[in-house]
């Protein structure tokens, strides 16, 4: 199965934007649905954004939606998190995931079957 690794986590003061990068390796990339996850400290992990195989469809957790936009380059096998004005409470360990038969819609209800390590991000205030 597909292998994952993100970057792109850091320091960031409220307000501001961070792009977060997910690599793929292994099986064919462009067969996975892909998502983010994220785990804030003390709490349990939450859909973040997911994005079918062919970018024809994304969906976003309410509490992300016009800040975060999610895209894949099939090309590249990478997925991408932009995150724009970002807030404290976006202060978590991100996940990317991949699921070769779920599709993206299905992600906040199931978890997919492939995790990266993580990535954390930490916004101040």
């Known amino acids: 199965q597909v292998q994952l690794v993100e970057s792109g986590g850091g320091l960031v003061q409220a307000g501001g934007s961070l792009r977060l990068s997910c690599a793929a390796s292994?099986?064919?990339?462009?067969?996975?649905?892909m998502g983010w996850f994220r785990q804030a400290p003390g709490k349990g992990r939450e859909f973040v954004a997911a994005?079918?195989?062919?970018?024809?469809?994304?969906y976003y957790a309410d509490s992300v939606k016009g800040r975060f936009t999610i895209s894949r380059d099939n090309a590249k096998n990478t997925v991408y998190l932009q995150m724009n004005s970002l807030k404290p409470e976006d202060t978590a360990v991100y996940y990317c995931?991949?699921?070769?038969?779920?599709?993206?819609?299905?992600?906040?209800?199931?978890?997919?079957?492939?995790w990266g390590q993580g990535t954390l991000v930490t916004v101040s205030s």
């Open positions: 292994g099986r064919p990339f462009s067969t996975y649905a």
């Open positions: 994005i079918n195989w062919n970018s024809g469809s994304t």
């Open positions: 995931a991949a699921d070769r038969s779920a599709p993206a819609h299905i992600f906040p209800y199931r978890h997919p079957e492939v």
